[in-house]
C-alpha cells in the first residue's frame, strides 16, 4: 500500500456536500493517516465539463494541475445519473481525463466514485434502487476495467446499510444528495477502500451504533457480501 502524500478529488455537490472532503481528513487523521486533499468540484459538474475543451472547468483544472504536480492519487466522481443515461460519453469524459492525469504524473492512482442510487430518482424513473444502484456499478467497474484503474463502491455501501438499517438518513430533505449521515458513509467508505485495515478508528458523530452501522456496511462491501 503506498503512502499517498496529496490526493485530487474531482466531482460535484456529490463530493463537497456537507464537507465531505473535511470528513475524509478527519477520518484519516483518526487513524495517523497524513494526507494533503485538494479538490475540484462544482454543483451539477459532469466529467465531460472537465475534459471538454471551451469549457472553462477544463481551464481551471488544468490551471489546477499544473500549479500541483505532486498529485499521486485522485478520486474522480462522475454526475449521478451521467453513467447510465449517457454511458458512451462517461466512457469517453473517463479515458480522456486519466490520459490526461497519466500525462502528468505516470504512477498516480486512480479511482472512480461510483455514486449512488437515490430516492428521488427511482420516482422520476419509477425503478427500484437495486437496479439504480446495479446501472451505477456496472457502468463503473466496466469503464473502470477499461482504463486499469479502480472503483470505490460508495453506491454499494449505501445499498448494505439501508438493507442493515432501513431507518438510516442517507439523503438530504431534497430526496438525492446526501445528509451529513450519508457523507459521512462517502468518506469512510473511500477511506476503506483505499487504506483497507488501517482504518480502526471511525466514531465520528455522537451516535456510535450508527457509526458502527455503517463501519459494518463497508466491511461486508469488503467481504463481498450479498444483501
Do not use: W
Amino acid at each position: 500500500m503506498k503512502n499517498y502524500r496529496h490526493c485530487l478529488l474531482i466531482g460535484n455537490s456529490f463530493t463537497y456536500y456537507h464537507e465531505m472532503p473535511q470528513i475524509l481528513k478527519q477520518i484519516l487523521l483518526l487513524n495517523n493517516i497524513e494526507l494533503e486533499i485538494s479538490s475540484y468540484t462544482r454543483g451539477g459538474m459532469t466529467l465531460f465539463d472537465v475534459v471538454n475543451p471551451s469549457s472553462e472547468d477544463k481551464k481551471n483544472l488544468d490551471s489546477m494541475l499544473n500549479n500541483f504536480s505532486d498529485f499521486d492519487l485522485c478520486i474522480i466522481q462522475e454526475y449521478s445519473t451521467r453513467p447510465y443515461t449517457d454511458r458512451s460519453l462517461f466512457e469517453k469524459s473517463v479515458n480522456i481525463l486519466v490520459n490526461k492525469l497519466k500525462s502528468i504524473k505516470k504512477d498516480i492512482d486512480i479511482y472512480l466514485y461510483e455514486t449512488f442510487a437515490f430516492p428521488l430518482e427511482l420516482k422520476n424513473k419509477g425503478i427500484s434502487y437495486d437496479e439504480m444502484e446495479n446501472r451505477l456499478l456496472t457502468a463503473y467497474q466496466e469503464v473502470a476495467s477499461y482504463n486499469k484503474i479502480h472503483v470505490i463502491q460508495v453506491g454499494t455501501a449505501f445499498k448494505l446499510a439501508l438493507k442493515s438499517n432501513p431507518r438510516l438518513d442517507l439523503y438530504d430533505d431534497d430526496e438525492k444528495h446526501p445528509s451529513l449521515t450519508g457523507s459521512r458513509l462517502i468518506a469512510l467508505t473511500i477511506a476503506m477502500t483505499i487504506y483497507q485495515d488501517k482504518i480502526k478508528n471511525y466514531r465520528l458523530s455522537k451516535d456510535s451504533n450508527e457509526d458502527e452501522f455503517l463501519y459494518q456496511a463497508i466491511k461486508k462491501l469488503q467481504r463481498n457480501e450479498s444483501c
